[in-house]
């Protein structure tokens, strides 16, 4: 299957499920768990993903518990996000159901008002807006040094691009969900719906000292599905800007220079004492096609398709993170 052609659609050959060409010799726990290792010693610097930026609104705040912590967010009248702690400090209402007025926070409870400098007893965390995704720092959680912005990871242009974000919830830790996407060798086996002759043409090594930041990556061609026998070719690059981030770049084909970025955000455990993670995926399409313009001004009408074809990999994509973590926490993971 070619990838630089201009007509981006592919008669795909004739293919079964179970015709497929195994892939389990190829996929080495040595070299996912090698590529796991060095991606969860990068440095976050305590930054963790919110929620989508146009998730957080300028007339109500938003909450989300991240790493049993509770977060409130809000933005100002100039847009600016902010964000703190989700508790009130007089007698802990949740600010996540407060007011915004004048830009502060009025807890609901009994009035206080909550600028973006806090009160005391409540310190702001520090926030930050990329564009598609708000982001919090949490050094008590975090635990390294601080930095003074989130890792990010190059994407397209914001004036000639499409944005959507996905946000599931599984019962995991985040190294599961960065293991799963360090994986590709299961695409075509795990999701035919979306991913069909998969092939790793490049890979890290086993040893977890190997794999400079430029070449650590895995790069696959693939075709994807738009329907039994038409299909996508494109060849993409995966790597970890960071230890909670796995970033899917386009390189070759249909949308070169599209970004997919997967982040798990650790929530806290639930009431069983399982541990729970948010995947919050953004993806960040381009093309010089003139029908994708189209798409870019029908993009309230684009982004729910987006959302929807991230929902049903995660479906499987969290079953299978939520696996990995019942076996590595009970002593069965192999090897």
């Given at each position: 299957?070619?990838?630089?052609?201009?007509?981006?659609?592919?008669?795909?050959?004739?293919?079964?499920?179970?015709?497929?060409?195994?892939?389990?010799?190829?996929?080495?726990?040595?070299?996912?768990?090698?590529?796991?290792?060095?991606?969860?010693?990068?440095?976050?610097?305590?930054?963790?993903?919110?929620?989508?930026?146009?998730?957080?609104?300028?007339?109500?705040?938003?909450?989300?518990?991240?790493?049993?912590?509770?977060v409130v967010a809000w933005r100002t009248p100039d847009g600016t996000l902010h964000a703190g702690p989700g508790e009130c400090p007089h007698l802990g209402a949740p600010l996540c159901h407060a007011a915004v007025a004048s830009g502060k926070l009025v807890c609901r409870w009994h009035g206080l008002a909550i600028g973006t400098r806090g009160v005391p007893g409540w310190d702001p965390f520090p926030a930050h807006d990329d564009g598609v995704l708000a982001w919090v720092r949490l050094d008590g959680q975090g635990g390294e040094?601080?930095?003074?912005?989130?890792?990010?990871?190059?994407?397209?242009?914001?004036?000639?691009?499409?944005?959507?974000?996905?946000?599931?919830?599984?019962?995991?830790?985040?190294?599961?969900?960065?293991?799963?996407?360090?994986?590709?060798?299961?695409?075509?086996?795990?999701?035919?719906?979306?991913?069909?002759?998969?092939?790793?043409?490049?890979?890290?090594?086993?040893?977890?000292?190997?794999?400079?930041?430029?070449?650590?990556?895995?790069?696959?061609?693939?075709?994807?599905?738009?329907?039994?026998?038409?299909?996508?070719?494109?060849?993409?690059?995966?790597?970890?800007?960071?230890?909670?981030?796995?970033?899917?770049?386009?390189?070759?084909?249909?949308?070169?220079?599209?970004?997919?970025?997967?982040?798990?955000?650790?929530?806290?455990?639930?009431?069983?004492?399982?541990?729970?993670?948010?995947?919050?995926?953004?993806?960040?399409?381009?093309?010089?096609?003139?029908?994708?313009?189209?798409?870019?001004?029908?993009?309230?009408?684009?982004?729910?398709?987006?959302?929807?074809?991230?929902?049903?990999?995660?479906?499987?994509?969290?079953?299978?993170?939520?696996?990995?973590?019942?076996?590595?926490?009970?002593?069965?993971?192999?090897?």
């Amino acid at each position: 299957m070619g990838v630089g052609d201009r007509f981006p659609l592919r008669r795909l050959p004739g293919w079964t499920w179970a015709g497929q060409v195994p892939t389990w010799r190829d996929a080495r726990p040595g070299v996912i768990e090698a590529a796991l290792k060095r991606a969860l010693s990068r440095p976050s610097g305590n930054w963790f993903v919110l929620a989508a930026s146009r998730e957080i609104l300028d007339n109500k705040p938003f909450g989300r518990t991240i790493a049993g912590v509770e977060v409130v967010a809000w933005r100002t009248p100039d847009g600016t996000l902010h964000a703190g702690p989700g508790e009130c400090p007089h007698l802990g209402a949740p600010l996540c159901h407060a007011a915004v007025a004048s830009g502060k926070l009025v807890c609901r409870w009994h009035g206080l008002a909550i600028g973006t400098r806090g009160v005391p007893g409540w310190d702001p965390f520090p926030a930050h807006d990329d564009g598609v995704l708000a982001w919090v720092r949490l050094d008590g959680q975090g635990g390294e040094e601080p930095l003074a912005a989130p890792v990010l990871a190059r994407r397209p242009n914001p004036q000639t691009s499409l944005d959507a974000v996905f946000t599931g919830i599984g019962r995991c830790e985040p190294e599961d969900v960065i293991a799963n996407r360090l994986d590709p060798w299961h695409g075509s086996w795990f999701h035919p719906y979306s991913f069909v002759g998969l092939r790793v043409v490049e890979e890290p090594g086993a040893d977890p000292g190997d794999g400079a930041a430029d070449v650590d990556r895995f790069v696959v061609e693939v075709a994807f599905r738009l329907t039994r026998r038409v299909g996508v070719p494109v060849r993409a690059a995966f790597s970890c800007p960071e230890p909670r981030t796995v970033v899917m770049e386009i390189l070759e084909g249909e949308g070169a220079g599209s970004v997919v970025e997967t982040h798990a955000v650790p929530l806290g455990v639930d009431d069983a004492g399982h541990p729970r993670t948010a995947v919050i995926e953004a993806t960040v399409a381009t093309s010089p096609r003139p029908g994708f313009a189209l798409a870019r001004r029908g993009a309230p009408l684009v982004r729910p398709a987006m959302r929807w074809a991230a929902a049903r990999l995660w479906r499987d994509d969290l079953a299978y993170a939520a696996r990995r973590h019942e076996l590595r926490t009970t002593g069965r993971w192999p090897g």
